[in-house]
């Protein structure tokens, strides 16, 4: 069942950094399995980087403006959470202004919108409750022109 979400609809775009960092907290001690590469896996701690609150915030972005949210995880691979961090990173060069986003960051600002993003065995990636339309598809393609 997916969780109400952290983050108003009005309040997103005008966030700072230290203020998503600050919503983001309980949702990281929800998930401490949660990293910048997106799912620990092993059973040694994780010795990695954190999670970037500025991807966080640009994933929150695109979640809000193309996101939607069903019942049922999407086990369809366009629903995967490595692509559609890729879809995130594309829809930020396409407006000329590219931002890398990580998988950990992408499923973070998901969590933070009540997505279900569920850990299943050994994979850093996880499947989502949403609604894959032509609108995140066309940035999910890795054909789109590089804006330099």
């Given at each position: 069942m997916s969780a109400a979400p952290l983050l108003p609809e009005s309040i997103a775009p005008k966030m700072t950094v230290a203020e998503m960092r600050r919503r983001a907290a309980p949702?990281?001690?929800?998930?401490?399995?949660?990293?910048?590469?997106?799912?620990?896996?092993?059973?040694?701690?994780?010795?990695?980087?954190?999670i970037d609150m500025e991807q966080v915030l640009t994933a929150?972005?695109?979640?809000?403006?193309?996101?939607?949210?069903?019942?049922?995880?999407?086990?369809?691979?366009?629903?995967?959470?490595?692509i559609l961090k890729h879809a995130v990173e594309n829809w930020t060069r396409a407006s000329g202004d590219f931002v890398y986003v990580a998988n950990g960051a992408f499923i973070l600002a998901a969590l933070m919108l009540g997505y279900d993003a569920p850990q299943r065995g050994d994979d850093r990636n996880c499947q989502l409750n949403i609604v894959v339309d032509s609108a995140i598809r066309h940035y999910a393609v890795s054909d789109l022109p590089l804006v330099q």
């Amino acid at each position: 069942m997916s969780a109400a979400p952290l983050l108003p609809e009005s309040i997103a775009p005008k966030m700072t950094v230290a203020e998503m960092r600050r919503r983001a907290a309980p949702v990281l001690r929800a998930h401490p399995r949660l990293t910048a590469d997106g799912w620990h896996v092993g059973r040694a701690p994780y010795a990695g980087r954190g999670i970037d609150m500025e991807q966080v915030l640009t994933a929150v972005l695109f979640l809000r403006k193309f996101g939607r949210r069903t019942r049922n995880i999407n086990d369809k691979y366009e629903a995967n959470s490595y692509i559609l961090k890729h879809a995130v990173e594309n829809w930020t060069r396409a407006s000329g202004d590219f931002v890398y986003v990580a998988n950990g960051a992408f499923i973070l600002a998901a969590l933070m919108l009540g997505y279900d993003a569920p850990q299943r065995g050994d994979d850093r990636n996880c499947q989502l409750n949403i609604v894959v339309d032509s609108a995140i598809r066309h940035y999910a393609v890795s054909d789109l022109p590089l804006v330099q």
